[in-house]
């Protein structure tokens, strides 16, 4: 047998034994672990703010951490950050190139970033000397879109991109630190853990990849999604994940089990998931579909148990502030709403 | 050429599939159980699921009226 036959026999033995330990510790299903807890009460959001000022399709927003200011991007070229409590602009940020994909808020306030089609995630010192808003740094290595980014500090920024891979950058010298390569397909979304240990990756190969930052590997892969993941985020405890995709599902995979949880489907859905966030306590998953709607699940039971109707075009990027007390949605329709 | 790299692709992919393999795993009851007592455990911290009252609702400032 040749080398590449004995490698390709290896691999399917080495996926059939995964396949079997994760059987193994299946002793029993979420729904039925959770028989016995009631379905969460309908739940009825209403829309107290809406932003208006962009003027062209919206495809990204990142709330900031510990503050009601967030920050949003549109293919009219700018980034905004936004006082959502008073809805009045902090910052109105022109861009180089108007086909940006993805935005994000540094932990710390100080920064923004954003990317797209020009394949370079640029970064933007919000607290400049003189009180304007400058590019900081262009880093460009990427040779595909940057579909998602998110910052571990201000000196770290992870991001996806279209070429299958994703790169941890040291921001002061504008390099790479590690690539992330193992993905099959463009990589669509990513989200840190809550301890800023790892991050998890969803792909147009069907699947989710966990990475350990540090170590610069992959720990786990799951796959069970019948078409590209578009979106991505961690179960609050960081114990847990949940990716949304075209094929009009979302799924929870947990981190310690290894394996698919539960599935979030209704027949009544036909479009595919744009977004996804979590509420604080993870009871709630909100998810943002082609349909022009959000649907709220009741994350243990699987249920739906709330819409959010107020888009006149697709809901393209969905957060929850981190003190839980608002969702923020963003359409292609161009406007925000903040909802609770 | 392109048979070696083949090669090395494929080489790479059985020891990420090994890796990937060796991982310890927890019972799904045990997970299940922790997901849900997190959530038990945070629901009334968790605005969204209790709802907000408008007195303490920061988008939703209090109208005053007064008797003009």
Request: aromatic share 6%; proline share 2%; charged share 20%.
């Given at each position: 047998?040749?080398?590449?036959?004995?490698?390709?026999?290896?691999?399917?033995?080495?996926?059939?034994?995964?396949?079997?330990?994760?059987?193994?510790?299946?002793?029993?299903?979420?729904?039925?672990?959770?028989?016995?807890?009631?379905?969460?009460?309908?739940?009825?959001?209403?829309?107290?703010?809406?932003?208006?000022?962009?003027?062209?399709?919206?495809?990204?927003?990142?709330?900031?951490?510990?503050?009601?200011?967030?920050?949003?991007?549109?293919?009219?070229?700018?980034?905004?950050?936004?006082?959502?409590?008073?809805?009045?602009?902090?910052?109105?940020?022109?861009?180089?190139?108007?086909?940006?994909?993805?935005?994000?808020?540094?932990?710390?306030?100080?920064?923004?970033?954003?990317?797209?089609?020009?394949?370079?995630c640029s970064i933007y010192n919000?607290?400049?000397?003189?009180?304007?808003?400058?590019?900081?740094?262009?880093?460009?290595?990427?040779?595909?879109?940057?579909?998602?980014?998110?910052?571990?500090?201000?000196?770290?920024?992870?991001?996806?991109?279209?070429?299958?891979?994703?790169?941890?950058?040291?921001?002061?010298t504008g390099t790479e630190k590690t690539i992330f390569a193992g993905h099959l397909g463009d990589c669509m979304s990513l989200a840190v853990s809550p301890d800023f240990k790892?991050?998890?990756?969803?792909?147009?190969?069907?699947?989710?990849?966990?990475?350990?930052?540090?170590?610069?590997?992959c720990r786990q892969t799951f796959s069970g999604h019948e078409s590209d993941i578009n979106a991505i985020g961690f179960f609050p405890n960081g114990n847990a994940v949940i990716t949304g995709s075209d094929d009009a599902t979302c799924k929870l995979y947990d981190l310690r089990a290894d394996q698919e949880l539960i599935t979030y489907q209704d027949s009544g859905i036909m479009c595919g998931v744009t977004s996804l966030a979590p509420s604080l306590s993870g009871r709630l998953l909100l998810a943002g579909y082609d349909d022009f709607n959000v649907n709220i699940w009741?994350?243990?039971?699987?249920?739906?148990?709330?819409?959010?109707a107020g888009h006149d075009n697709r809901v393209s990027c969905i957060g929850v502030s981190s003190d839980g007390m608002a969702c923020c949605t963003g359409s292609w329709d161009s406007f925000l709403k903040i909802w609770n | 050429m392109s048979g070696s790299s083949n090669l090395v692709a494929m080489k790479k992919i059985v020891q990420q599939l090994r890796f990937e393999a060796s991982i310890n795993r927890v019972k799904?009851?045990?997970?299940?159980?922790?997901?849900?007592?997190?959530?038990?455990?945070?629901?009334?911290?968790?605005?969204?699921?209790?709802?907000?009252?408008?007195?303490?609702?920061?988008?939703?400032?209090?109208?005053?009226?007064?008797?003009?």
């Open positions: 047998m040749g080398e590449m036959e004995e490698l390709r026999k290896e691999a399917d033995n080495l996926k059939d034994q995964i396949t079997e330990a994760r059987k193994v510790v299946q002793d029993t299903t979420l729904q039925e672990a959770v028989a016995g807890t009631t379905l969460v009460g309908r739940v009825q959001l209403k829309t107290r703010k809406t932003l208006r000022g962009h003027l062209a399709k919206i495809y990204a927003m990142h709330w900031g951490t510990d503050t009601k200011l967030c920050v949003s991007a549109s293919q009219d070229g700018k980034l905004i950050v936004w006082d959502t409590l008073t809805t009045n602009k902090v910052n109105a940020i022109p861009l180089k190139s108007s086909w940006v994909m993805t935005c994000a808020y540094a932990p710390s306030g100080n920064m923004v970033a954003c990317g797209g089609l020009d394949n370079m919000l607290k400049g000397k003189d009180g304007n808003v400058k590019v900081m740094r262009e880093l460009a290595a990427h040779t595909g879109y940057l579909s998602c980014c998110r910052f571990l500090s201000d000196s770290e920024i992870i991001t996806s991109s279209g070429d299958c891979t994703c790169i941890l950058w040291d921001i002061e790892m991050f998890i990756s969803g792909a147009c190969d069907f699947t989710a990849k966990l990475w350990d930052i540090r170590e610069a590997t009741d994350m243990l039971k699987a249920e739906r148990v709330g819409v959010l | 799904v009851s045990q997970a299940a159980a922790d997901l849900q007592q997190f959530c038990m455990q945070n629901a009334l911290q968790d605005p969204l699921l209790t709802g907000v009252s408008s007195s303490t609702n920061p988008f939703r400032p209090q109208k005053v009226c007064s008797f003009l």
